[in-house]
């Protein structure tokens, strides 16, 4: 396969054309939290579901203060969940606290610091207005409303939605199952002594986290040496288990990059190579039906191929509507150099400046340098018949999360 390298965006769409939606499950509500809705919600009820008060007050007729200052008796007092046992007529009025249903004939509430009470009456020194402190009902939400569409991501304020609709099971769509495999006969484990030559494996752990980021789950783990026997049988595991696979290392062109052959003699490879940096010799597949995305080994050049391949098929097939990283323009901190001919994508920290986003370079851009890339929070796109930028320069920057700003 020697085909020109594809454009970043060429390849994705690619890779989503390749890609749809799991199937689905209904769980319980408590369960449901970071999950993915896979249906529409229709709301089954007006929230809120009676009219009640806003504020710590008296529920009152406004005709009865049109002038102040004025005194009401207090017929009795009614917290949130309590019904009120009289209705308001002219010249009464009834203590209502927060939440608590408005008690028939009264069309307002006052709030009590706008009054003073004594022996179970209340002077009134403001005049009101109908309507005033009063949440309707059906302000928030309206019965048959659609409320959330399918896709949309269960966080702690949709989940909380979804317990005022009491939505006890809600369905949603199952967890992309992910298969990593890294290579290289160099790798050893974390806690391990390193003998000459040898390396941790630090690409599983940027795999297992990218890919818990997107709501999907490891489910087989792997590393193997750069033997073509290695690779095949570790491939054939992974596809069994798993709705995606994802690998790391051995797809250049060098004398030990098993992955590469393998999947040209077995799998439908759609595209090899993509004109990036970093990243280029990516490898995109469908082995036995389930996708492989095979990144180069160098730490910086899998996080950023996750970043704009996985990540986007991820997040499709988890079922969710929307995949685009917030994009926002920034200043340039410093000078930048960049390939002609390749995508860049540079790893900066984003920093809040007076007049918008500074972009502060984190450092040289070899693929090999993790740790400029845990220190950025965003990517700078650069395009590919860009090869300087001044100092200053505008740029776009794509949000890696949403991180924070400032400090305590
Ligand atoms: P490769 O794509 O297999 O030629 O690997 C490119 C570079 O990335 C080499 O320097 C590898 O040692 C390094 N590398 C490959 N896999 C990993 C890994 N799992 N963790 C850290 N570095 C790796
Ligand atoms: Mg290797």
């Not at 309707?136 to 304020?157: H, L, M, S, W, Y």
């Not at 759609?270 to 082995?287: C, D, E, I, N, R």
Request: some cysteine.
């Amino acid at each position: 396969m020697n085909a020109a390298p594809l454009t970043p965006n060429t390849a994705r769409t690619i890779v989503l054309e390749q890609t749809t939606p799991l199937s689905t499950e209904t769980i319980p509500h408590a369960e449901a939290l970071g999950r993915i809705l896979a249906q529409d919600v229709i709301s089954p009820l007006d929230l809120p579901p009676f009219p009640n008060s806003a504020m710590d007050g008296y529920a009152v007729r406004a005709s009865d203060l049109q002038s102040v200052p004025q005194t009401l008796r207090i017929l009795e007092t009614i917290g949130a969940g309590e019904i009120a046992t009289h209705a308001v007529e002219d010249g009464t009025c009834i203590k209502i606290m927060t939440g608590a249903p408005v008690p028939a004939g009264a069309d307002c509430v006052v709030m009590r610091e706008e009054t003073r009470e004594h022996n179970r009456e209340v002077e009134f020194l403001e005049t009101a207005r109908g309507g005033q402190h009063i949440r309707p009902k059906g302000d928030d939400v309206r019965q048959g409303e659609t409320v959330f569409e399918r896709g949309t991501v269960i966080n702690a304020a949709v989940h909380a939605m979804l317990a005022s609709l009491g939505q006890g099971r809600v369905e949603v769509t199952i967890r992309p199952r992910v298969a990593i495999l890294v290579t290289g006969k160099e790798l050893v484990d974390v806690g391990a002594e390193l003998q000459p030559g040898q390396i941790r494996d630090s690409n599983s752990w940027a795999l297992r986290g990218l890919v818990h980021s997107c709501g999907a789950e490891v489910v087989s783990a792997m590393r193997t040496g750069d033997t073509q026997t290695e690779v095949e049988e570790a491939l054939r595991l992974s596809a069994s288990k798993a709705d995606v696979i994802i690998t790391s290392g051995g797809v250049s062109a060098g004398d030990f990059d098993p992955i590469r052959d393998v999947l040209l003699s077995q799998a439908n490879v759609h595209f090899w190579k993509v004109a990036m940096k970093p990243g280029k010799p990516l490898l995109f597949a469908t082995l036995h039906g389930v996708p492989v995305f095979a990144l180069p080994g160098n730490p910086v050049s899998v996080m950023v191929g996750f970043e704009e391949f996985v990540r986007p098929a991820l997040l499709k097939m988890a079922g969710r509507s929307a995949w685009k990283r917030i994009e926002v323009e920034a200043i340039l901190q410093s000078e930048l150099r960049s390939p002609e001919g390749r995508t860049e994508f540079v790893r900066a920290r984003l920093e809040q400046g007076e007049d918008g986003f500074l972009a502060v370079v984190s450092g040289d851009q070899n693929s090999g340098r993790l740790s400029t890339m845990a220190r950025a929070n965003a990517l700078l796109e650069i395009a590919p018949n860009v090869s300087f930028l001044p100092s200053g320069a505008r740029v776009r920057a794509k949000l890696l999360g949403s991180p924070e700003v400032g400090g305590f």
